[in-house]
């Protein structure tokens, strides 16, 4: 080609090194050319596929997004809380209320759902005139209300808000006699979360210690109270989930004379059947009960539940002058109107107070207290059974026992456990019990699991006894077959 160029044009063959550099630079720009483009296919086809897999990470992330909105929006409350947080300024805070009604349960399973109902609502309402405009609250749960504050925020508002929810609470309804109240725990928004969710699962480790104080107060959130009662709280949420699934049952252990081999009585006793755990037996759960104070409204569902279950029995045999024993923990013998209210579930289902025995655990805690002394005195004059449980060796328990008109004693597995391992203190044991016969009180010993401890408490002529030995606690139809073949087989 350049050979040709050189022929037909005179003047280039006088410029030869011209035209050498003339191809090079043609060349050069064709590579060059050539180069550029490859490259910027290479590049369009690579950002294609980025923004197609931008695209589907996209889509999966807005999928993931709407699957969270959908949580967070399952409640409206939490939601409308939820949207207020994402306007919020940096350095504003928020103050976050659980309000728990104390003793709710009993509630619900003592009247009918519209009367429940009828309460919520009023709560409902009486939270919504107390809120004015810098807030938002409302009914988030069964026995859970919310009420979040979007205003001024120092240590005395906090108090003042605190006091005056708790007041609304307080303030009479039309749903019987009850006086109802409500724990509330308090968190701080951003410090003790920064989501609705956050803010009402840490409010409600709150409420489980404004519970264990006494209920009807308030209490502030802090990481502390998780450290110091991570294992009661989650506890007691599993056992708050096995109330509304009704989860807890009641078992009954004979009590026999074993002169005759009659089962004279049965005593209740409540069960956890816990869906990985299997039947769980008080000790697992109670003293959390104990320390929220659930165990008063507990006990009293207890006996409702006794009641009915004995008047059922009674309509379909002959059940003699069988009776029920029930325990009494301090706690419950500390609210005002206890008696009466046992009174009346007894009235309610044709029944006798004397078809039942109230047993009195650590009577020496409550022997003081002039609400519990009432309630004991107000027991037996409604005709009720009463049984002192768990007292220790003092010869004054007698005394006390007549003071209340206590006919029974019971002597506990831990006595027991003494006598069998023939311990000092079994002499002590020996008195007490002469003593007991000697004012015409009635000695059951429980916990009795073997032949032996039954010669020995033959020789102290003590004939009603109860332990694993006759039956273990057993449930309500189990029981009712025992009852059915009383004499006992023995």
Same mark, same amino acid.
């Given at each position: 080609?350049?050979?040709?160029?050189?022929?037909? *044009?005179?003047?280039?063959?006088?410029?030869?090194?011209?035209?050498?550099?003339?191809?090079?630079?043609?060349?050069?720009?064709?590579?060059?050319l050539f180069f550029l483009y490859r490259n910027v296919i290479f590049n369009y086809k690579k950002n294609k596929l980025e923004r197609k897999s931008l695209q589907e990470d996209n889509g999966k992330e807005d999928k993931d997004n709407e699957v969270v909105n959908e949580f967070v929006s399952a409640n409206p409350l939490l939601a409308a809380i939820n949207e207020d947080i994402k306007k919020i300024n940096e350095g504003d805070l928020r103050l976050f209320f659980a309000i728990n009604l104390d003793n709710?349960?009993?509630?619900?399973?003592?009247?009918?759902?519209?009367?429940?109902?009828?309460?919520?609502?009023?709560?409902?309402?009486? %939270?919504?005139?107390? &809120?004015?405009?810098? &807030?938002?609250?409302?009914?988030?749960?069964?026995d859970v209300f919310i009420y979040y504050h979007k205003g001024e925020i120092d240590n005395e508002k906090i108090n003042d808000i605190g006091q005056e929810l708790l007041n609304l609470f307080k303030q009479p309804t039309k749903l019987g006699n009850h006086e109802l109240t409500a724990s509330i725990g308090v968190c701080l928004f951003p410090y003790d979360g920064i989501t609705a969710e956050n803010l009402l699962k840490n409010a409600e480790i709150a409420v489980y210690v404004a519970k264990k104080e006494g209920k009807n107060r308030f209490t502030m959130y802090s990481q502390n109270l998780i450290e110091k009662e991570q294992f009661n709280i989650d506890y007691y949420k599993q056992i708050k989930k096995a109330i509304e699934y009704d989860e807890f049952l009641l078992y009954y252990q004979p009590i026999v004379d074993i002169r005759t081999g009659k089962i004279?009585?049965?005593?209740?006793?409540?069960?956890?059947?816990?869906?990985?755990?299997?039947? %769980?037996?008080?000790?697992?759960? %109670?003293?959390?009960? *104990? %320390?929220?104070?659930?165990?008063?409204?507990?006990?009293?569902?207890?006996?409702?539940?006794?009641?009915?279950?004995y008047? *059922?029995?009674?309509?379909?045999?002959?059940?003699?002058?069988?009776?029920?024993?029930?325990?009494?923990?301090?706690?419950?013998?500390?609210?005002?109107?206890?008696?009466?209210?046992?009174f009346e579930i007894t009235g309610k289902h044709g029944l006798s107070p004397e078809n039942f &025995?109230?047993?009195?655990?650590?009577?020496?805690?409550?022997?003081?207290?002039?609400?519990?002394?009432?309630?004991?005195?107000?027991?037996?004059?409604?005709?009720?059974?009463?049984?002192?449980?768990?007292?220790?060796?003092?010869?004054?328990?007698?005394?006390?026992?007549?003071?209340?008109?206590?006919?029974?004693?019971?002597?506990?597995?831990?006595?027991?456990?003494?006598?069998?391992?023939?311990?000092?203190?079994?002499?002590?044991?020996?008195?007490?019990?002469?003593?007991a016969k000697a004012n015409q009180k009635i000695v059951i010993a429980e916990g009795v699991e073997d032949e032996d401890i039954i010669r020995k408490l033959n020789k102290w002529?003590?004939?009603?006894?109860?332990?694993?030995?006759?039956?273990?606690?057993?449930?309500?139809e189990d029981a009712e077959k025992m009852i059915r073949k009383s004499p006992w087989d023995m």
């Open positions: 080609m350049l050979d040709l160029l050189f022929l037909t *044009d005179p003047s280039l063959s006088s410029k030869p090194w011209e035209i050498v550099v003339a191809a090079v630079i043609i060349v050069i720009t064709g590579v060059s709710f349960r009993y509630i619900v399973d003592s009247y009918e759902q519209k009367d429940v109902d009828k309460i919520i609502d009023e709560f409902a309402k009486r %939270l919504k005139r107390y &809120c004015g405009k810098n &807030c938002i609250t409302g009914h988030y749960a069964e004279i009585a049965l005593e209740s006793l409540l069960r956890w059947k816990h869906p990985t755990m299997g039947i %769980l037996s008080p000790g697992k759960f %109670l003293n959390v009960m *104990d %320390l929220t104070g659930d165990i008063t409204w507990f006990g009293v569902w207890g006996f409702e539940k006794v009641t009915q279950r008047a *059922d029995w009674k309509k379909s045999f002959k059940i003699g002058e069988l009776f029920i024993s029930i325990n009494l923990a301090p706690k419950q013998l500390y609210v005002e109107g206890l008696a009466r209210q046992y &025995c109230l047993e009195i655990i650590d009577y020496y805690s409550v022997n003081n207290n002039e609400v519990a002394q009432h309630n004991l005195k107000e027991f037996r004059r409604y005709g009720f059974r009463m049984s002192i449980d768990d007292t220790g060796f003092e010869y004054s328990i007698i005394e006390d026992m007549s003071r209340i008109s206590a006919p029974i004693f019971k002597l506990s597995r831990g006595n027991l456990l003494l006598i069998a391992n023939n311990d000092s203190s079994s002499d002590k044991i020996e008195r007490v019990i002469a003593q002529d003590i004939r009603f006894m109860q332990g694993f030995y006759f039956s273990e606690p057993v449930s309500a």
